[in-house]
């Protein structure tokens, strides 16, 4: 709105001072001033019907130089402006077909008035300003069209990050709390179970609930100020700290044999190797029948880190998908990995592949 006033006093003021050099013409009256008045109001709205607003507007400008015996102005500012808009608002196709035919109409309508035929530069300078105008707003269209998809795929990438982290955070979460609470299960049972015949035997199983219960706690706390503040700030996991996944296994009566190392892995493939682990040690404590050993093996081959497990708890099953496994396979799909968990012969195998280099996908 502020912009058709400013453009319409431009015009009123250039067009009253060009009338000053222009004697053998009708000094603008207070219907050459209504005229003009009429050309420019319909811009207000020109976002709103931007072929309608073009139409009206080139048609009185026209009539305004060609019929009113006005003086001439920038009067064509105004037409130029609708046909600008109406480029940027439905495309250069129908602007162009809106300002082609709106010249051959006032052609006619001149030739069928009396006008006589012209072939000078004043009908090719009608082609050059569609053309120009038109062509302006085409560049601008799909200037402002570039801008809003690059935006788009900005705020639609942000949102698929902030979607995998809090993915990543939830399963951080789960893994931390099913393992402890795992754990103390298990040691709460064996507490209850020896506090009045073996009570050396319960205190050791209380210091080990302790023990299970600060460390989740501290990686609770470290996970859930992620969320707080927005900062990467949680821990980072690694194989390095396997060994407190063995005594948390061994603590339960497992017993746990290693075989080869992991050495060393990139940090993506060495966190999600950590937390495969440490689901895996879980699901043994949790769900298998009566199991007493648990073996795990590390190895590369052809690119990849392979980690397996294998318990001989009883009469193995085919797993039903839970949090835990579907966390598993979503961590090494997303490095370009894979995870398979499946019962073998004397008990229950997972088994995860790991790409050895970091960005394969």
Same mark, same amino acid.
């Given at each position: 709105?502020? +912009?058709?006033?400013?453009?319409?006093?431009?015009?009123?003021?250039?067009?009253?001072?060009?009338?000053?050099?222009?004697?053998?013409?009708?000094?603008?009256?207070?219907?050459?001033?209504?005229?003009?008045?009429?050309?420019?109001?319909?811009?207000?709205?020109?976002?709103?019907?931007?072929?309608?607003?073009?139409?009206?507007?080139?048609?009185?400008?026209?009539?305004?130089?060609?019929?009113?015996?006005?003086?001439?102005?920038?009067?064509?500012?105004?037409?130029?402006?609708?046909?600008?808009?109406?480029?940027?608002?439905?495309?250069?196709?129908?602007?162009?077909?809106?300002?082609? +035919?709106?010249?051959?109409?006032?052609?006619?309508?001149?030739?069928?008035?009396?006008?006589?035929?012209?072939?000078?530069?004043?009908?090719?300078?009608?082609?050059?300003?569609?053309?120009?105008?038109?062509?302006?707003?085409?560049?601008?269209?799909?200037?402002?069209?570039?801008?809003?998809?690059?935006?788009?795929?900005?705020?639609?990438?942000?949102?698929?990050?902030?979607?995998?982290?809090?993915?990543?955070?939830?399963?951080?979460?789960?893994?931390?709390?099913?393992?402890?609470?795992?754990?103390?299960?298990?040691?709460?049972?064996?507490?209850?179970?020896?506090?009045?015949?073996?009570?050396?035997?319960?205190?050791?199983?209380?210091?080990?609930?302790?023990?299970?219960?600060?460390?989740?706690?501290?990686?609770?706390?470290?996970?859930?100020?992620?969320?707080?503040?927005?900062?990467?700030?949680?821990?980072?996991?690694?194989?390095?700290?396997?060994?407190?996944?063995?005594?948390?296994?061994?603590?339960?009566?497992?017993?746990?044999?290693?075989?080869?190392?992991?050495?060393?892995?990139?940090?993506?493939?060495?966190?999600?190797?950590?937390?495969?682990?440490?689901?895996?040690?879980?699901?043994?404590?949790?769900?298998?029948?009566?199991?007493?050993?648990?073996?795990?093996?590390?190895?590369?081959?052809?690119?990849?880190?392979?980690?397996?497990?294998?318990?001989?708890?009883?009469?193995?099953?085919?797993?039903?998908?839970?949090?835990?496994?579907?966390?598993?396979?979503?961590?090494?799909?997303?490095?370009?990995?894979?995870?398979?968990?499946?019962?073998?012969?004397?008990?229950?195998?997972?088994?995860?592949?790991?790409?050895?280099?970091?960005?394969?996908?």
């Amino acid at each position: 709105m502020v +912009s058709t006033l400013f453009v319409t006093l431009f015009v009123l003021g250039a067009t009253t001072g060009a009338s000053r050099w222009q004697p053998d013409v009708h000094r603008l009256d207070v219907f050459g001033y209504l005229w003009l008045l009429a050309a420019a109001l319909p811009l207000m709205v020109r976002r709103r019907f931007p072929l309608t607003v073009f139409l009206v507007v080139a048609a009185l400008t026209w009539a305004y130089y060609w019929i009113s015996g006005y003086p001439g102005g920038p009067a064509v500012f105004l037409p130029t402006i609708a046909l600008f808009t109406l480029t940027q608002r439905q495309g250069p196709v129908r602007a162009g077909i809106a300002g082609g +035919s709106l010249m051959l109409v006032g052609f006619v309508v001149y030739l069928a008035t009396g006008g006589e035929i012209f072939l000078d530069a004043r009908a090719g300078l009608f082609v050059v300003w569609i053309v120009a105008v038109v062509g302006i707003g085409t560049a601008v269209r799909n200037q402002v069209t570039a801008v809003r998809a690059s935006r788009e795929r900005a705020v639609e990438h942000q949102g698929r990050m902030a979607e995998q982290e809090r993915l990543r955070i939830a399963r951080d979460v789960h893994d931390v709390v099913a393992h402890s609470l795992a754990m103390i299960n298990v040691q709460a049972g064996v507490a209850a179970h020896v506090a009045d015949r073996r009570p050396e035997q319960a205190k050791e199983a209380l210091l080990n609930i302790k023990e299970a219960s600060a460390s989740a706690l501290k990686d609770l706390r470290a996970t859930l100020a992620v969320l707080r503040s927005g900062e990467d700030r949680a821990p980072a996991p690694s194989l390095r700290q396997m060994s407190e996944l063995f005594e948390h296994a061994r603590a339960t009566g497992l017993v746990v044999r290693v075989e080869g190392s992991p050495g060393e892995l990139p940090a993506p493939t060495d966190g999600a190797a950590y937390r495969i682990l440490q689901e895996s040690l879980t699901n043994v404590v949790r769900h298998a029948n009566q199991p007493k050993n648990v073996q795990v093996r590390f190895d590369r081959r052809e690119g990849f880190f392979e980690l397996v497990v294998t318990d001989d708890g009883m009469g193995a099953a085919e797993p039903k998908l839970g949090n835990g496994l579907r966390g598993m396979g979503e961590r090494a799909a997303a490095l370009g990995g894979k995870v398979l968990a499946r019962p073998v012969e004397g008990g229950f195998e997972v088994r995860a592949e790991l790409p050895l280099q970091e960005g394969d996908s």
